[in-house]
């Protein structure tokens, strides 16, 4: 069976940093899309950023600039760097290996971003 275990989250004042790490465990093989989602308090989960096996990145138009994601192949692990944090990335960040739809979830990590 396989599990996704994030880490990293946590509490951080606006402009801040933090870093977000995604390890999978169990027989998983050939990801090729592995990405961060996060959803805020009463809205829907929205794609963060995505990488895929080849390196080609995506983000969305809030982050891009701020957020770097990078993936571990041989280790099959993503992380994501947040930099030049605001309020308004706080959320639950999942990292997701194999797509929104049938892919695998992690359980979830909670960033907060306060003075």
């Known amino acids: 069976q396989v599990q996704l275990v994030e880490s990293g989250g946590g509490l951080v004042q606006p402009g801040g940093s933090l870093k977000l790490s995604c390890a999978a465990s169990?027989?998983?093989?050939?990801?090729?899309?592995m990405g961060w989602y996060r959803q805020a308090p009463g809205k829907e989960r929205e794609l963060v950023a995505r990488?895929?096996?080849?390196?080609?990145?995506t983000y969305t138009d809030s982050v891009r600039g701020r957020f770097t994601i990078s993936r571990d192949n041989a280790r099959n692990t993503v992380s994501l760097q947040m930099n030049s944090l605001k309020p308004e990335d706080t959320a639950v960040y999942y990292c997701?290996?194999?797509?929104?739809?049938?892919?695998?979830w992690g359980q979830g990590t909670q960033v907060t971003v306060s003075p």
């Open positions: 169990g027989s998983i093989f050939r990801i090729n899309i």
């Open positions: 997701n290996f194999g797509g929104y739809f049938g892919g695998y």
């Open positions: 990488i895929t096996s080849g390196g080609t990145t």
